[in-house]
């Protein structure tokens, strides 16, 4: 078992394309968590994800609190955002571990966050940035998760 990643109510499709092809090229499952702002059979999700959709395990959930009813008991949740004091690569991360992204244009429920600071991180940037792209953020996350596990099935 390696890491996992969850998009809560992603709004952009390319962006979902383009972060499957980085859990097919990481051998990442991938939730996503509705309501989207696409259906995953949308032209342009399909065409940002190219030929690798076969390739992924994808669970879907009907919402934020069915996914949390479902996995945070059993599981380790981190939750990326940019109102976090410690970063991505200040955690030992483990197996089975999942990290959530929120919404381009909100990320996650900010009472959601405010209620478990343990939990958050975010990527060191300029203050003058408000964020990075969300399926570059994802990118950024899983490879720094899995180069910890020692790149777990992949060469």
């Not at 949308?42 to 919402?63: C, F, M, N, P």
């Not at 958050?120 to 490879?143: E, H, I, K, Q, W």
Request: include cysteine; glycine fraction near 4%.
């Amino acid at each position: 078992m390696s890491i996992e990643i969850v998009l809560v109510e992603p709004e952009i499709p390319q962006n979902t394309g383009n972060i499957v092809r980085t859990c097919a090229a990481t051998k990442t499952k991938l939730h996503l968590v509705e309501p989207m702002g696409f259906s995953i059979d949308e032209k342009q999700v399909k065409r940002a994800g190219l030929d690798y959709w076969h390739l992924v395990e994808i669970e879907t959930h009907k919402s934020l609190q069915a996914f949390l009813d479902k996995y945070e008991s059993s599981r380790r949740l981190f939750y990326a955002t940019t109102k976090a004091k410690a970063h991505y690569a200040q955690v030992e991360y483990q197996p089975g571990d999942m990290i959530l992204f929120g919404k381009e244009t909100k990320g996650l429920p900010e009472d959601f966050l405010f209620a478990n600071p343990e939990r958050c991180l975010r990527m060191p940037m300029s203050p003058d940035s408000r964020s990075l792209n969300l399926s570059n953020a994802v990118a950024v996350f899983t490879y720094e998760a899995l180069r910890q596990l020692d790149f777990p099935d992949l060469y």
